[in-house]
């Protein structure tokens, strides 16, 4: 089953590594990662996506918890959570494709972000599904470049991550 | 005001270190001449860095204390990694500090430069490395302070060489104490949890107690000991925790695992309930995993969360130091034991019985042949047993002799039994043992080792010379690499692929260039009087090279794949 945790860590030199070796070192997957500071600059917030029975899910959040630098955690998929994630996509807009491509983006609430006269850049933002759903909507050919940010998270409601709670 | 490398000599008196095990290079040059410039640290150079790891570990397994390395950077760095996976993997504390290029030559490929944070990573509790020297006093302290609390383990701290520039000076202040927002191991265990878990073992009806390094480590001997004879039921103890509970006791049924007892895997496999403490269900333990204690109920108690439902899904967990967690139960138990009715009492008694018919096998009988005056390994060991009274601390390297030594050596006391259990390190043993007698100078140290193993770490023997460590090697020579040739007779139709040692060389000789005594003995007449004479020379290193027979297996043996624990060869071609 598909999984978001999210972790509060340490914002040292190394802590990341640590983050990623685990997982490499277990033999856990990291289908998407995230990481940058919170508004406490001590502190960075990382998010990453991995797919794992239930079993697997606890081992990995208890090894998470052991590495030193990392203060806290949470499993967003446990409960009622937000996500979303960004596209930018550079599209081939010649002749007809253009309002094709126009049409398409409008109906996913998609921004186009730069013009030329033979590509859009297209802005998306949502969940993974939605950006993998415009992904299915377009036409493949005409994909010139993309770029995904990954999966960021947070808990609906007043539950919080935090290093004092 | 002080240079770095004064700053973290001072830090390491603070800490109460009194030894450091170590060799000098460039990297480290400023950090040895601060301690060359004081009196309270003393120092062993070794003769190689692996050799410091382990000494430093056999210090730390033996007396409780953080074993302390320093060593340069580059190779003297990777040199120490295989010591620090072994200490790893046992959750031993240490801490090394390693020498790194100078700050502004990181990353350039400098000389002797090599990503030690980087490569030591999978293999320690935590590292640092270090930017300023007024990091050092509070990173030494954080460094201390995670390898012994907790799941113990090793920590790297790296250190730039500028860092310790004597040019460079510094306030210094040792913190008193240390706290980290991200870091703060369990200091008791549930009280609802152990009292549920109470209340189990004492409806048991067959019982079974698994005891394993967490015991030894996180010194719950004591308790154990208490809550084991007060419910009266059997005890097995891990490779790891063997001296946990009394060897020579008669509720221990013996080590479990691979090799372990007739009757200790018996009563795993059928046991209804199972305490397992400080132990992690190891696949040497379990054998096939889906087939592993099928009627139990299982209480596990360990510091380490990650542990806990790892293999086997553990009924009540309880996350805790053991020795506090195991007081608790025992104030429980006491209580309620008093109550213990009289249909538990015969059910008790009657697994009891079915206990000792598993006895009755005798699985450690050694047979010899009629007039042989052939040595078998494992009467090596008894001798030794006899010769030392029970009593010595032992090292081990790995392999048979590594076996052996654990099945016919009972321990009676913790941290007496010293072997890389998780790891499996060949070359452990002597340098382990060397970090025992630098530990308890007036007590004797056995290393019962391998004519392969020896030879992984034999250069130790020059350091022993230079501080006259009384070590007794006694070498189980049997002219092969006798683990992995059994494993050939058994699984590959007796093909030898590269596990004869031709050519090996007179180790009496070779003793003696290093300016100790050696003995040889192949007849088992002579064996006592040779180990007497060994251990009558309490100041001297004795080096006694045992030619066994060669063709010996460790029994009994797990049948594998896919058998469960009452799965076990018994001898040569007969299994149950």
């Not at chain 1, 759903?133 to 991550?161: D, N, P």
């Not at chain 2, 070498?475 to 031709?502: C, F, I, P």
Request: contains cysteine; hydrophobic residues 40%.
């Amino acid at each position: 089953m598909r999984r978001i945790i999210s972790v509060l860590m340490e914002n040292e030199a190394g802590a990341l590594s640590r983050v990623v070796g685990l997982f490499a070192q277990r033999n856990y997957n990291i289908e998407t990662l995230t990481v940058a500071p919170t508004e406490d600059k001590t502190l960075s917030r990382l998010t990453l996506t991995t797919t794992a029975t239930d079993q697997q899910i606890e081992q990995i959040t208890k090894q998470l918890n052991k590495l030193i630098e990392v203060v806290k955690l949470v499993d967003l998929t446990d409960g009622d959570h937000l996500e979303r994630e960004l596209m930018l996509i550079k599209l081939k807009a010649t002749g007809a494709q253009r309002a094709e491509i126009k049409r398409t983006a409008d109906i996913f609430r998609a921004q186009v972000v730069d013009v030329t006269q033979g590509a859009y850049t297209i802005q998306l933002t949502g969940t993974s599904d939605k950006l993998d759903a415009f992904l299915r909507a377009i036409q493949e050919s005409t994909v010139l470049e993309m770029v995904r940010s990954g999966v960021s998270g947070l808990s609906r409601g007043e539950k919080v991550l935090s290093s004092k709670s | 005001m002080l240079s770095g490398g004064d700053i973290l000599i001072r830090s390491l008196q603070e800490e109460g270190v009194e030894i450091i095990f170590g060799y000098p290079g460039g990297a480290v040059l400023h950090i040895y001449d601060a301690l060359f410039r004081q009196n309270q640290i003393k120092h062993i150079l070794v003769r190689h860095e692996q050799a410091a790891t382990h000494m430093a570990d056999g210090y730390a397994r033996a007396t409780g204390r953080a074993g302390v390395v320093f060593v340069t950077s580059g190779p003297g760095s990777t040199n120490a990694i295989t010591g620090i996976a072994t200490a790893y993997m046992d959750s031993i504390p240490m801490v090394v500090v390693s020498g790194q290029a100078q700050t502004h030559l990181i990353g350039t490929d400098s000389f002797q430069e090599t990503d030690m944070v980087g490569i030591s990573r999978p293999i320690v509790k935590h590292s640092f490395l270090l930017k300023s020297a007024e990091e050092i006093a509070e990173v030494i302290k954080k460094a201390f302070y995670i390898a012994t609390s907790g799941r113990q383990g090793p920590v790297v701290v790296d250190i730039p060489k500028d860092i310790t520039s004597p040019t460079e000076l510094f306030p210094f202040e040792y913190p008193e104490s240390i706290s980290m927002r991200s870091y703060s191991p369990a200091t008791k265990g549930h009280s609802g949890q152990i009292k549920k878990a109470t209340a189990m073992l004492l409806e048991a009806e067959r019982p079974m107690i698994y005891t394993g390094g967490g015991v030894v480590q996180g010194n719950g001997s004591e308790e154990l000991i208490k809550l084991t004879r007060t419910l009266g039921y059997p005890i097995t103890n891990t490779l790891m925790g063997l001296g946990g509970y009394p060897g020579t006791d008669k509720q221990f049924l013996g080590m479990l695992g691979m090799h372990g007892t007739f009757e200790a895997n018996n009563a795993m496999h059928h046991c209804d309930l199972l305490l397992a403490v400080g132990a992690r269900f190891d696949d040497r333990v379990t054998n096939t995993i889906s087939k592993f204690c099928p009627y139990a109920k299982i209480i596990h108690v360990d510091i380490d969360p990650a542990s806990i439902s790892k293999n086997v899904v553990a009924h009540i967990p309880i996350v805790g130091p053991v020795d506090v967690v195991l007081k608790e139960m025992n104030r429980f138990a006491e209580e309620g034991i008093t109550k213990r009715t009289d249909r538990q009492a015969r059910l008790l008694s009657e697994w009891w019985d079915q206990i000792d018919g598993w006895r009755r096998q005798d699985c450690l009988r050694v047979t010899t042949d009629e007039g042989s005056k052939v040595i078998k390994p494992q009467q090596v060991i008894q001798a030794v047993y006899k010769a030392t009274a029970g009593d010595a601390y032992v090292t081990s390297d790995v392999g048979q002799h590594q076996m052996f030594a654990a099945l016919y050596y009972p321990f009676t006391e913790p941290r007496k039994w010293i072997n890389s259990g998780g790891l499996g390190t060949m070359g452990f043993g002597l340098p382990a043992a060397m970090g025992v007698q630098v530990a308890f100078p007036d007590e004797t140290v056995v290393c019962i080792t391998g004519d392969g193993s020896i030879q992984m770490n034999i250069q130790e023997l020059s350091t022993c010379a230079q501080y006259d460590l009384p070590v007794k090697i006694i070498n189980v020579n049997n002219r092969a690499l006798g683990m992995v040739k059994q494993w050939q007779d058994m699984q590959y139709e007796g093909r030898h692929s590269h596990t004869y040692m031709d050519s090996l060389p007179d180790f009496v000789k070779l003793v003696e260039a290093y300016g100790h005594v050696g003995f040889a003995v192949d007849n088992i007449d002579e064996l006592d009087a040779v180990l007497a004479e060994t251990f009558s020379l309490t100041d001297k290193l004795v080096f006694v090279d045992v030619n066994v027979d060669p063709d010996e297996h460790v029994y009994p043996m797990f049948v594998a794949p896919n058998g469960s624990m009452r799965d076990m060869w018994l001898k040569k071609g007969v299994r149950t």
